[in-house]
């Protein structure tokens, strides 16, 4: 029986909640003025939509409006985070703290800055499971650090980092603490008062809303945090962010990050669910798998697996019906494995040997068997063709491929 292929690469990006849609139209359609125009209706009510949706980001972080500034995504809220708070911090030290399972939207920015404007940079390692230690974040800092980054949770394992207790050393020792919450938000209790986060990245279409949005959290109480901004025009979000504002973006946003929360009992359960039967299932039919990623501390829609005697890119392509990745979405057209896995410790065939599973809002019980049934006859056929399984490590198998 033929099918429309099933979506499973919801850690890419997701489908937008037609909810989110619905309430984004009006803003297309009718309440089209610019939201700095508030000499008249059209202006103000482009404005009113705006602080609504910050009220609601804002709401899910414990964070105040005033503190939300909107960005194109979290790859420019990393960057006008990390290049925004550095020019301010220099006075008082040279030294910047990071991850080597970061993100590229982070890693690239401070290796940049290590490279070409005299940053001093440590990057603290992960354990087998991708998890960061908080004690190692700790070691780490030196009476010059200004400034540390550890990503909430990875978006290629699902590993969930100890926020809080990172939040707490570094407020201990008076450094700056960011972090990209872009695979959390919605999905993870966030408070940045809690959490003494400092800096907090965020984007719209990781959590069913529209691509091309998201936010930054800067700390305005005391401590406050002062950002230069990355480039200058009509001084837009306090100065922070120049541009237009892109309302009906910004309504979707809102709405998105208000319906996660909202649903977050309901959905979750369920999604994670469906990933330990996506697991289960996919166990029972194929040998020599290996989870990549912590197996409790996760996300609850991730599954990062390595199927031994195959390559990654190979098993993708012969899925055809099955949405997954290889490696990071944003950097998946690179022909390089993994840089998490590799931090992760693993060699390299393991890591080209991957592949990222991520469920969620909108999947189904049978999609997931769907895809249970596609991944081990692809698995299955591949191996048939791999020296390495045909000469023994497949001998004893009871793999085979259904008709």
């Known amino acids: 029986m033929s099918r429309s292929a099933v979506y499973l690469d919801n850690h890419s990006t997701t489908k937008p909640d037609p909810r989110v849609v619905e309430a984004m139209l009006p803003y297309l359609t009718e309440v089209y003025g610019n939201a700095a125009s508030v000499s008249h209706r059209f202006g103000r009510d482009a404005a009113e939509a705006v602080e609504r949706a910050r009220v609601q980001v804002a709401g899910a972080l414990g964070a105040a409006p005033r503190e939300i500034v909107f960005t194109s995504g979290a790859t420019e809220a990393n960057n006008l985070a ?4 550095l020019p301010g911090l220099r006075r008082r030290g040279d030294h910047l703290v990071a991850t080597t399972v970061e993100h590229k939207s982070v890693l690239d920015v401070v290796e940049r800055l290590a490279r070409e404007d005299d940053w001093k940079l440590t990057l603290v390692p992960c354990d087998e499971s991708g998890r960061v230690d908080a004690e190692a974040v700790r070691q780490a800092l030196r009476p010059e650090t200004v400034l540390v980054s550890v990503m909430t949770a990875n978006n290629e394992v699902g590993t969930i980092n ?35 986060i400092d800096l907090l990245s965020l984007s719209a279409h990781k959590l069913y809303g529209p691509k091309g949005i998201g936010a930054l959290y800067v700390r305005r109480r005391d401590p406050q945090v002062r950002l230069r901004p990355l480039f200058d025009g009509g001084g837009h979000e306090r100065g922070m962010r120049s541009g237009t504002l892109a309302v009906p973006l910004i309504v979707g946003l809102g709405a998105a990050v208000e319906l996660a929360i909202r649903e977050r009992s309901v959905d979750l359960p369920r999604i ?19 989870l990549n ?4 501390a996760r996300l609850d829609g991730n599954l990062n697996l390595s199927f031994a005697y195959v390559d990654g890119e190979a098993l993708m392509m012969a899925m055809r019906d099955i949405a997954v990745s290889s490696g990071a979405a944003c950097t998946s057209a690179e022909p390089e494995s993994s840089h998490v896995l590799r931090a992760m410790g693993r060699d390299e065939d393991s890591a080209r040997a991957s592949l990222r599973f991520g469920v969620g809002r909108f999947n189904t019980a049978d999609e997931i068997d769907f895809a249970i049934e596609l991944v081990a006859n692809a698995v299955s056929t591949l191996r048939l063709h791999s020296a390495a399984w045909t000469a023994g490590a ?9 008709g």
């Not at 990623?293 to 409790?296: A, F, I, L």
């Not at 497949?394 to 259904?402: A, P, T, Y």
């Open 82 to 85: 990390i290049k925004g708070v």
């Open 162 to 196: 100890p926020i809080r207790e990172i939040g707490a050393i570094c407020h201990e020792r008076g450094v700056v603490f960011h972090t990209d919450a872009t695979q959390a938000v919605g999905k993870l209790d966030l408070n940045v008062e809690a959490d003494q």
């Open 272 to 290: 994670r669910g469906l990933r330990d039967r996506l697991e289960a299932g996919i166990r029972d039919r194929v040998s020599d798998v290996t």
């Open 293 to 296: 990623g912590h197996p409790v």
């Open 394 to 402: 497949g001998r004893n198998s009871s793999e085979h491929v259904s």
